[in-house]
């Protein structure tokens, strides 16, 4: 299987899982950690999103959930920025800093502070989908599904998986092995 990650500008696109995800992730960790270092700056960095479940169909762009313990924020995203990343603002999520990378886009960097809701809620999602192989399922069939619908309409895309999101959180949080 081939290692393409990239996604056009308004477009929605889910492909098979691709077991190469994992190594392309550690790779622009490498890639990045010295320019981080270079300014002083140290980040604690987790695959999340749907290329981090083995198996999961997603979209070819790579999610990197990066939390920040003692770092000012303002050095932190000055720090992304000289590795590459275009910061793009909290795009309508408190205390989440959005960045991306790649034309087209083949990284999607989400700044946030470790221990914050959004942390857990990553971390929390992404380790449910590892462990609950039917919810993995249930989860690519409505991605797939959306992305036929809204080919091009990534908010349209993005709301279709809010219940589903949130009613998996819910679970985990209950401690339910059912979804």
């Known amino acids: 299987m081939s290692s393409f990650l990239g996604l056009a500008a308004k477009t929605v696109q889910v492909v098979e899982y691709d077991p190469t995800w994992p190594a392309l992730y550690a790779t622009e960790i490498a890639r990045l950690e010295p320019v981080l270092q270079a300014h002083g700056v140290s980040l ?76 857990h809620d990553h971390r929390t999602f992404r380790d449910y989908l590892r462990t609950h192989a039917d919810a993995a399922e249930s989860y690519a069939a409505l991605k797939r599904e959306l992305a036929s619908r809204y080919p091009r309409d990534r908010p349209a895309y993005i709301e279709g998986k809010t219940a589903f999101v949130d009613a998996i959180l819910a679970a985990a949080r209950r401690g339910d092995l059912k979804a």
């Open 44 to 119: 604690v960095f987790e695959h999340t999103g749907s290329t981090a479940v083995p198996g999961l169909a997603a979209k070819p762009v790579l999610d990197i959930l990066v939390g920040r313990i003692e770092n000012d924020r303002s050095v932190a995203i000055a720090a992304l920025q000289a590795g590459g990343y275009e910061y793009r603002g909290e795009q309508g999520i408190v205390d989440r800093d959005f960045f991306r990378r790649g034309v087209p886009r083949q990284y999607h960097l989400h700044l946030t502070q470790v221990g914050s809701h959004f942390w």
